[in-house]
């Protein structure tokens, strides 16, 4: 391994450090409000009050679709491509006008090998290539700009549902090295494949209060607390803003371990490596990713069928997605 592979690794080993000191800390803190809580109240919320507690949940804000009608979109690491086929079969209503042809779908895998691992694939991808969505097979996520097919290409939005560098490692720590480690190249790569232009921003609605459902840790930067649908979409300026990048995971360990906002936001620096360092991005907001709203749309493992191909992302907590977009423009190359 070469000297710039090993101080990006520990840069990252040191940042994994921090972030668990940061995290028991957080736990400690939370784990004594609650015990004061309870010695001060005598008891636990009541039924009545937990009733309460659902049904504000349930009449909360709708779910956030972070496309446009206008957008060009390239799907990273499709699986068996059920993503892309909801947006051309059923998408929700501020997407019925999206041109299929405007969706670049790409798999890791050779055609031949998807649709061993996913037998459900094949009949998808003929139905979505029928309907004009550009579909491509083994492209690498971290080397986008080197394919013949997109190369000098840009898009709207690049997206990377539940990325994973699916080498089985048993090791956490070890495990989440190498996501993080794929998770930069794909940011690095992604890079110069995004629409240039001025930096986009969020709509913020001034009648709504921030939710769970939204900007979760966004802090002194663009933030959207709006889910409503037919509110985002009217609001939008549609003069063609700088690109971003989308990635989706489980917003609970050993995922939340990756640290994702920092790795786009804050790269380790690679210093004397004679590399050029990781481009920044700016965190222009998250939201929870609702798989409902996307019909048909299936989680499948790295791995294909083992498990069922059903994908378990972590037990709890939620599925978020944290939009990027480039801090300064990327140099073309």
């Not at 969706?103 to 029928?130: G, L, M, N, Q």
């Not at 906002?261 to 998250?286: I, M, V, W």
């Amino acid at each position: 391994m070469g000297k710039a592979g090993r101080n990006l690794k520990n840069a990252l080993l040191s940042q994994q450090s921090r972030l668990k000191t940061k995290q028991k800390i957080s736990h400690a803190a939370q784990v004594a409000e609650q015990k004061s809580a309870r010695n001060s109240k005598g008891h636990f919320p009541s039924k009545t009050a937990k009733g309460k507690e659902k049904a504000t949940a349930s009449s909360g804000p709708r779910p956030t679709v972070p496309f446009h009608p206008w957008d060009k979109i390239m799907l990273i690491g499709e699986g068996n491509f059920s993503f892309a086929r909801s947006l051309v079969l059923d998408p929700p209503a501020v997407l019925q006008d999206l041109p299929p042809n405007n969706i670049t779908a790409t798999a890791y895998d050779s055609e031949e090998e998807c649709y061993s691992k996913y037998p459900e694939s094949k009949e998808i991808v003929s139905f979505i290539r029928s309907k004009g969505v550009e579909v491509i097979f083994g492209v690498d996520g971290t080397r986008l700009e080197k394919h013949s097919k997109l190369k000098g290409r840009r898009w709207d939005r690049i997206v990377w549902n539940f990325p994973h560098a699916g080498k089985g490692i048993s090791d956490q720590d070890r495990n989440i090295l190498s996501n993080q480690l794929l998770i930069l190249a794909f940011l690095r790569s992604a890079a110069h494949m995004l629409h240039r232009g001025p930096a986009p921003s969020a709509f913020v609605s001034k009648k709504k209060k921030i939710t769970d459902d939204e900007d979760e840790g966004v802090s002194g930067e663009a933030q959207n607390t709006n889910d409503d649908d037919s509110q985002l979409v009217s609001a939008v300026n549609t003069t063609k803003t700088r690109g971003t990048v989308l990635i989706t995971l489980r917003n609970v360990i050993p995922y939340t371990e990756w640290d994702v906002p920092r790795l786009a936001k804050s790269p380790p620096s690679l210093k004397a490596s004679g590399n050029p360092p990781n481009p920044q991005y700016t965190l222009l907001r998250s939201f929870r990713f609702h798989r409902n709203i996307w019909k048909g749309y299936e989680h499948r493992m790295t791995k294909g069928e083992r498990a069922h191909g059903t994908g378990t992302t972590g037990e709890g907590g939620e599925d978020r997605t944290w939009e990027f977009y480039l801090k300064d423009e990327f140099p073309a190359g």
